[in-house]
């Protein structure tokens, strides 16, 4: 028998319906753990109590260190987080940037809330619990469970809106045979960075659409409004419209990292065109993401530049990470 921490922070497992028809996270992990009928011993803490689409970089730090805290504690075997599925990839990234392997950490949700009927919240938790059992798991990073699978948070997605299990890529790294873990794969890490101080709450690194017709106009009102970091989210292997090539020279010249990320869901920035594609935006300057979806790739921006004091270091640092295999 193991001892499991659970990390409350809100989500839809934790929501139920209100009179005017809008779910609110409103549970709390010991009312979730209370109907927990398995064999692991429980304790639980309350980090927050919000839907994920409200969290901020400090609510996302916060979280990290509640888990670092956990981890610390004498007696606990495996830590889990119930979070909401809208931007568990980012929160369970961040984490798994930082976490150091001493017992598995576990992220969970659900698709449905507390209240309903069909209610898939209690099953996946009892799942993750087993997942932050099993010890082999803390060599994994941060994982992502649902429907008796165990992802690395690295490459996951949300990629379905009400699916049951709503998430894809990541390295899958473990499955559910009955009551059993069956370990699959322990992927390669990269090294650890330190928690971020509380200055990260205040990092600024925007995001930029691009596409037919979209201009350089966004990007550089992000720059005028303080932008520390830019992520581009391209198109296909890493391309942009007219203006582009010049908007990232000016970024870059002025001492701010420009991060080529793409809007397609899977597959690596691979830089192939000119013409102002992708081989011209690098050589303007800016760093591809390679597997690093563009959300994700934002948080280690945002990592990355409480740890780096010039641009060439957070580039040649961001590249150790991006090209340290998430693999089994």
């Not at 956990?70 to 369970?92: K, L, M, N």
């Not at 300057?285 to 010039?310: F, H, K, M, W």
Request: one cysteine or more; hydrophobic letters at 45%; glycine letters at 14%.
């Amino acid at each position: 028998m193991a001892h499991i921490r659970i990390l409350g922070t809100g989500g839809t497992i934790a929501s139920t319906q209100t009179a005017d028809g809008g779910a609110i996270a409103a549970e709390s992990a010991a009312t979730l753990a209370e109907r927990l009928t398995g064999r692991h011993e429980t304790s639980t803490r309350e980090l927050l109590t919000l839907g994920s689409y409200l969290l901020d970089l400090g609510h996302l730090r916060l979280i990290s260190r509640g888990i670092e805290d956990a981890a610390r504690e004498p007696g606990v075997d495996g830590i889990v987080i119930t979070h909401g599925t809208d931007t568990v990839e980012e929160t369970a990234f961040l984490a798994d940037l930082c976490h150091e392997a001493r017992v598995p950490v576990v992220f969970t949700g659900a698709q449905r809330t507390a209240d309903s009927l069909s209610a898939d919240g209690p099953a996946n938790l009892a799942q993750a619990i087993e997942f932050a059992a099993t010890p082999a798991l803390a060599q994994a990073g941060a994982l992502i469970a649902f429907g008796g699978l165990a992802r690395t948070a690295r490459g996951a997605r949300k990629a379905d809106t009400l699916a049951p299990d709503p998430f894809r890529g990541g390295v899958p790294v473990a499955h559910l045979i009955g009551d059993r873990v069956q370990v699959d794969a322990l992927p390669a890490r990269a090294p650890r960075f330190a928690l971020p101080g509380e200055g990260f709450a205040a990092r600024r690194v925007d995001l930029i659409p691009t596409g037919p017709g979209i201009g350089p106009d966004l990007m550089r009102a992000a720059l005028g409004l303080g932008a520390e970091a830019i992520v581009l989210i391209a198109s296909g292997t890493g391309n942009a419209g007219p203006g582009f090539v010049d908007a990232v020279a000016e970024a870059v010249r002025g001492g701010v990292p420009v991060i080529l990320g793409t809007r397609t869901p899977w597959g690596p920035v691979v830089p192939v065109y000119g013409n102002g594609g992708g081989v011209d935006l690098v050589a303007a300057g800016a760093i591809a993401a390679g597997d690093l979806n563009p959300y994700q790739a934002r948080l280690l921006a945002a990592v990355l530049l409480g740890e780096t004091g010039t641009p060439v270091e957070f580039a040649e640092r961001f590249v150790a990470y991006r090209d340290t295999a998430a693999t089994g």
